[in-house]
């Protein structure tokens, strides 16, 4: 499995802030639909502008991308029955806006390099369940549906636009 190392292709900038290495996840039902959350601000609701993406998060120290995007998955919708489908060719990165980085993160990442992964999903809808996490882990959406892949870009904030794009178009094959 890749692994955020030097001559894994974990893009490493020359100077500033460091990336945060990530994964993020595209869930494809029996339909070809992805799976898309509305992100929770916090306040149980979704007040943000663009509220959808795919689930996202973390590797921690040690962790393979595949296996920290199974934890993810399943940390953010309580979903298990997945097989798993391809890896994406390459690390892809965004960097936050100033005032992003600033707030969220502390002045710590440029942004993230995240490894997708892309699973089928092979449970009932009734699986999902986004609103009681497993293991108490904190609410991340409030709602969620199935979309049609090339509709994802254009509903993802603006600064992840381009990594959705380079997503969607890398496991196209998937969805068709």
């Not at 893009?11 to 869930?27: E, K």
């Not at 595949?66 to 391809?86: C, D, I, N, Q």
């Not at 254009?154 to 094959?173: C, D």
Request: glycine share 10%; hydrophobic share 35%.
């Amino acid at each position: 499995m890749t692994k955020f190392e030097p001559g894994s292709g974990f893009p490493v900038p020359s100077d500033g802030l460091p990336y945060r290495p990530c994964v993020g996840i595209m869930l494809i039902n029996r339909d070809g639909l992805v799976w898309i959350g509305s992100r929770d601000d916090g306040a149980g609701t979704s007040a943000y502008e663009y509220t959808w993406q795919m689930p996202q998060g973390g590797i921690d120290k040690g962790e393979a991308p595949e296996p920290a995007a199974r934890r993810e998955l399943y940390e953010e919708t309580s979903v298990k029955s997945v097989t798993f489908l391809e890896e994406a060719p390459e690390w892809f990165a965004y960097d936050y806006p100033e005032d992003i980085a600033r707030k969220s993160r502390k002045g710590k990442y440029r942004g993230q390099a995240q490894r997708w992964v892309a699973y089928r999903f092979d449970g009932p809808d009734a699986e999902i369940d986004v609103i009681n996490p497993p293991d108490g882990h904190e609410v991340e959406f409030r709602s969620w549906r199935w979309e049609r892949a090339d509709r994802l870009p254009g509903l993802i904030v603006p600064f992840k636009r381009p990594v959705y794009e380079r997503v969607v178009a890398a496991f196209s094959h998937l969805t068709a």
